[in-house]
């Protein structure tokens, strides 16, 4: 089954710990993207990569950081920077349009919710 | 005013009703509109993906979208239990590069046998 998974599903931190949130891809999607979600606010972007080696921020990137060894893999690290990092987290990927630098519907893994202790 | 706007609810309706989801939003250059449902604690699953103006209809769920007013629907005919969601709303437009999409930040709707 082609998909996207998210581990662990529940996290949980002690203040002034960092934590790495993983996000693994089958559907050979050339962009991956981390979300963050709260109540009433909707997605935030965190940080987005179009390319492996390469990832740019998003609109909250501050207190995060990313990865892309692997085309595929795409994790996200909580640093101990983030002050709030209490939220629902989604990674999402997507596959860039054929003859363009555009990028299709983004489809979703489950999630892994966080919390600090 | 923020980019996409999405009555948060919640919507309570009797099952077997017609159920009207709506987002406007204020950027012309929105090309592309997508619905997303999300059950609780679970990640969206996109249920629908329109380009520009129109219609899309799959199964009991329509798509429209009328860019002149700004302006997107998702109907639900025959509505389900199983349709109790958080209904999101994401757009973005058609240029070099795009990728980002705007979401609207969720109607909740319950759906009552």
């Known amino acids: 089954d082609g998909g996207i998974t998210q581990s662990p599903k529940y996290l949980f931190r002690k203040e002034g710990q960092n934590v790495t949130l993983s996000c693994e891809q089958n559907?050979?999607?050339?962009?991956m993207y981390w979300y963050r979600q709260d109540p009433g606010q909707g997605l935030r972007l965190i940080y987005y990569?179009?390319?492996?080696?390469?990832?740019q921020k998003g609109d909250i990137a501050e207190g995060y950081s990313v990865s892309r060894e692997k085309k595929e893999s795409f994790p996200l690290t909580v640093t101990s920077a983030q002050k709030n990092p209490t939220a629902f987290y989604l990674c999402?990927?997507?596959?860039?349009?054929?003859?363009?630098?555009?990028?299709?519907?983004?489809?979703f893994g489950p999630g892994t919710r966080l919390t600090v202790l | 005013q923020k980019e996409v706007e999405q009555d948060p609810g919640p919507l309570s309706v009797p099952e077997g009703a017609i159920v009207s989801l709506n987002c406007t939003y204020s950027?012309?250059?929105?090309?592309?509109f997508m619905w997303y449902r999300q059950y609780s604690r679970k990640g969206p699953e996109l249920l629908m993906y329109?380009?520009?103006?129109g219609n899309k209809e799959d199964g009991r769920f329509t798509a429209q979208v009328d860019k002149s007013s700004k302006y997107i629907s998702l109907f639900i005919r025959d509505s389900q239990p199983s349709d109790s969601a958080t209904y999101l709303c994401?757009?973005?437009?058609?240029?070099?590069?795009?990728?980002?999409?705007?979401f609207g930040k969720g109607t909740k709707l319950s759906v009552i046998p």
């Open positions: 990569s179009h390319i492996v080696n390469d990832f």
């Open positions: 559907l050979n999607h050339d962009a």
């Open positions: 999402a990927s997507s596959r860039r349009l054929a003859g363009g630098s555009s990028y299709n519907e983004q489809f």
């Open positions: 329109t380009y520009s103006s």
């Open positions: 950027n012309s250059a929105f090309q592309y």
């Open positions: 994401a757009m973005r437009d058609s240029g070099a590069g795009s990728y980002q999409l705007t």
